[in-house]
């Protein structure tokens, strides 16, 4: 059972950056898909950003151009980079893993079978 555990999330200023981190205990070269997903308050998860096995990505329109998806293999963890953040992008974030799923246009992977616990962001205008 992959086990992933995100960090890197706190409070920031509309405009600013953070780097959210995810590291599993399994081996992210041999995912097929792994992703990051949001969860504003009150309002539903959702997938925004995703990248599969050879480095290919996909994201949602929000957070296109601002937001990277990237990982490394030798070190077993994902990272999200969020630039020029915005009060909309206050949210809980997790990672998730599809070993052996695929991903899907718009930032996530079908077949997601492990997640981490979130990481809270706080972005103040």
């Known amino acids: 059972q992959v086990q992933l555990v995100e960090s890197g999330g706190g409070s920031v200023q509309a405009g600013g950056s953070l780097r959210l981190s995810c590291a599993a205990s399994g081996y992210t070269a041999s995912f097929y898909c792994m992703a990051w997903f949001r969860q504003p308050p009150g309002k539903e998860r959702e997938g925004i950003a995703a990248?599969?096995?050879?480095?290919?990505?996909t994201y949602t329109d929000s957070v296109k151009g601002r937001f990277t998806i990237s990982k490394v293999n030798a070190k077993n963890t994902l990272y999200l980079q969020m630039n020029n953040l915005k009060p909309e992008d206050t949210a809980m974030y997790y990672c998730?893993?599809?070993?052996?799923?695929?991903?899907?246009?718009?930032?996530?992977?079908?077949?997601?079978?492990?997640w981490g616990q979130g990481t809270l962001v706080t972005v103040s205008s």
């Open positions: 990248i599969e096995l050879h480095g290919s990505t």
């Open positions: 998730a893993a599809a070993p052996f799923g695929d991903m899907k246009y718009g930032g996530s992977c079908s077949a997601l079978d492990a």
